[in-house]
């Protein structure tokens, strides 16, 4: 799916509101792994599965990205905790 599938889907699925589009386009970029502007159905699961499991590191380096995608939008630097 492009981008413009992609943010349907997370709006419509994840409930997501209409303000948070931007933050969705950025994890369509994290979730398009090979760059070629879509997501297929390895790389959305495999998104996916960053969120609900794997390894700690993958975890780490997978959250790490959505604070640098938060921190970019936001402007502002945002609490870290562990
Ligand atoms: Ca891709």
Request: include cysteine.
């Amino acid at each position: 799916m492009n981008k413009k599938q992609f943010r349907q889907f997370m709006m419509e699925e994840f409930k997501c509101p209409p303000d948070t589009a931007h933050v969705v386009n950025r994890i369509f970029d994290i979730f398009d792994t090979n760059g070629d502007g879509a997501v297929d159905w390895q790389e959305l699961f495999a998104g996916i599965s960053q969120f609900l499991g794997g390894d700690l590191d993958s975890k780490a380096a997978f959250y790490f990205s959505l604070y640098v995608i938060l921190y970019s939008v936001c402007k502002r630097r945002l609490p870290l905790r562990c």
